[in-house]
Every structure is written in structure tokens, then in C-alpha cells.
């Protein structure tokens, strides 16, 4: 089993930056892709980025320029840099670890103001 803690979200005005952090613990040798999602109010969830074990990102086009994913050199922790935040990146986030099934964290919130 994998568990995952995030941290680092909050309340930022447009234009801002925040880092979020996931932590993973357990079975983290059995992660293959390690991501992060979002979801809006009202929206489904969303993949906002991804980073594969060989170190291959991908991201939506919605935040491609402005967020980055990254990756300690185990697996334990994963990284999410969100710069010239825009109110619709308003949403819960939450980190995501894939092994043989999907792993989840408890979401934190991020909020940008207009």
C-alpha cells in the first residue's frame, strides 16, 4: 500500500505562486506514475499533470508555461510549482500514485482571487 499526505495549498491572488508537496510512504517502490489532479466545483476531476518513472512529463493545456511537476530521486516526494495563478485554477487538488492500482491523497485547496 501507498499513503499520501499533501500540503501547501491556501488562498493566493492572481498572479501568485503556491508549491504543493505530496508525500508518499509504504510500498513506494511499486509507484509508476506519481501526478497531480484537480477539481473544481460542479467539474469532474482533472488531470493537471503527470510524471512517469522515467522522469516523462505531461501536463493539460490549460496550465502548460505556468505549472510544473517534479520529483525527488525516490519516489517520496512530488512536487507541484504553480505560477501566474489564474482564478479558474481555483479547484482541490490532489496528488496521485499509480501502481498495479491508483492511490490517492486527501486533497488540499487552492484558491487564487481575482
Known amino acids: 500500500q501507498v499513503r499520501l499526505v499533501e500540503s501547501g495549498g491556501g488562498l493566493v491572488q492572481a498572479g501568485g505562486s503556491l508549491r504543493l508537496s505530496c508525500a508518499a510512504s509504504g510500498n513506494i517502490f511499486s509507484i509508476r506514475t506519481m501526478a497531480w489532479y484537480r477539481q473544481a466545483p460542479g467539474k469532474q476531476r482533472e488531470l493537471v499533470a503527470v510524471?512517469?518513472?522515467?522522469?516523462?512529463?505531461r501536463y493539460a493545456d490549460s496550465v502548460k508555461g505556468r505549472f510544473t511537476i517534479s520529483t525527488d530521486n525516490v519516489k517520496r516526494t512530488w512536487f507541484l510549482q504553480m505560477n501566474s495563478l489564474k482564478p479558474e485554477d481555483t479547484a482541490v487538488y490532489y496528488c496521485n500514485a499509480e501502481t498495479a492500482i491508483n492511490y490517492w491523497g486527501q486533497g488540499t485547496q487552492v484558491t487564487v482571487s481575482s
Open positions: 510524471v512517469t518513472s522515467g522522469r516523462n512529463t
